[in-house]
């Protein structure tokens, strides 16, 4: 049988574990603090909300459960839907489909926490895994624009918690995107692939951009009047006179307002899509100087949760992408910075006054407790490749641990 994982997923030693530990609760307790609640949803998802979810190219991703015992031998008899259930893409689909089913019992405006695992059938790479965590914050039930405002900045503290300074939130607005594009000259059928196309700028560039438009029959005067307006980076003012004047409005609320309170740097980025389709207004995006990409995104969907009610709740989240941090601090070299871990070695006669040292000390350290082996040196070169600060060896005559490494 085979020790590896699957690609795409990843075994985790315990020096990373604690690192993704002290994230995690760096981040929950930053979001709590500013009041969000946590829930906990399923990982698995009936097939046709997976599909029906306007998740973009995320769709082709899905993960598919196939139907088990007679449900399967009569799918397979028939020639009907071999699938009835999906593993989540993401957790804004669960998430709805969550408030649909509870909201009598939710506060409204229902602000919630999730940090879980979801799964992509990507082809695995750098940055790009097949089981990955996300870390999001929603607001689900408030039309206002302070929603925007309450996320950017709170994900921004959170940012800032786990030890990333260096970055800036770009902000858009899909009605003023789809606005100007119509303006532009673009077919109202062709948007959607219009915006897939420009969801790829930094992958394929401008020129990749414009070809795959003019691939989709778009106007060639529009696809150049757009690829100028890029080029030049075009800010809100240059664009608002063409565009909703409501998500003008909208942007520039947020963008004042986060100018106002200082300790973010937000911009206006023409260009920024995000990919699914059930965005409706403002997106965001997170970019960091240390990474490639975002390293956060979301936006408001306020038609998702009424494709389960049949009634349109608004709803606006911003989601952490919780593997490209982990990243970017495994590539400073940087250790969970949580308490100090104390080694409390022990003959196994001396078992019971171990325990009661390890007890003692529990108030300043994480501690293990270790029967001693032969060789001793070699032990504390283990622990101290590990991570342990210190060690205490029962039957000494001192009572306080040794610094490892001294």
């Not at 809100?236 to 998500?247: H, I, S, T």
């Not at 960091?288 to 494709?307: N, Q, T, V």
Request: net charge negative; glycine share 10%; charged share 30%.
């Amino acid at each position: 049988m085979k020790t590896t994982p699957v690609k795409g997923a990843n075994d985790y030693l315990p020096a990373q574990a604690r690192v993704r530990d002290f994230l995690q609760e760096k981040i929950l307790e930053t979001y709590r603090a500013a009041g969000f609640e946590r829930i906990y949803t399923p990982i698995i998802e009936d097939i046709e909300n997976l599909d029906k979810s306007d998740g973009g190219e995320n769709l082709a991703l899905i993960f598919k459960i196939m139907k088990r015992g007679d449900k399967l031998e009569k799918a397979l008899a028939e020639g009907g839907e071999l699938c009835d259930m999906g593993l989540r893409y993401d957790l804004t689909l669960p998430l709805t489909r969550y408030y649909a089913n509870n909201r009598a019992s939710l506060m409204s405006p229902f602000k919630v926490i999730q940090t879980d695992r979801v799964y992509r059938a990507e082809r695995p790479q750098k940055g790009r895994l097949r089981e990955f965590v996300q870390c999001d914050i929603d607001i689900i039930g408030s039309e206002s624009r302070t929603a925007e405002l309450e996320l950017i900045l709170t994900t921004a503290k959170a940012l800032r918690a786990v030890g990333l300074d260096s970055f800036k939130v770009k902000i858009n607005d899909r009605r003023l995107l789809r606005s100007l594009l119509l303006s532009l000259g673009f077919a109202e059928d062709s948007l959607d692939g219009v915006c897939i196309a420009l969801d790829k700028l930094d992958k394929i560039g401008p020129e990749g951009v414009a070809a795959e438009m003019l691939g989709r029959g778009c106007p060639e005067a529009a696809v150049n009047e757009l690829s100028a307006l890029l080029a030049e980076g075009a800010g809100l003012d240059a664009v608002k006179a063409r565009a909703d004047g409501e998500a003008v409005s909208d942007l520039e609320f947020i963008m004042k307002s986060v100018a106002e309170i200082g300790g973010v740097e937000l911009e206006f980025d023409l260009s920024l899509v995000r990919g699914q389709g059930y965005y409706t207004g403002t997106v965001f995006e997170v970019v960091s100087s240390e990474f490639r990409g975002a390293i956060a995104g979301g936006g408001r969907y306020d038609k998702l949760i009424g494709k389960f009610t049949g009634e349109d709740v608004p709803a606006v989240g911003f989601s952490i992408g919780f593997e490209r941090i982990a990243a970017i601090l495994a590539e400073r070299g940087a250790a969970a910075a949580g308490r100090p871990r104390l080694a409390v070695v022990y003959d196994e006669r001396d078992f019971v006054k171990a325990n009661a040292y390890a007890e003692e000390r529990r108030a300043d350290y994480d501690v293990t407790l270790i029967e001693r082996p032969k060789k001793l040196g070699k032990l504390l070169g283990r622990l101290e490749e590990q991570g342990f600060a210190s060690f205490y060896v029962i039957g000494w005559e001192e009572t306080e641990p040794k610094t490892l490494g001294e």
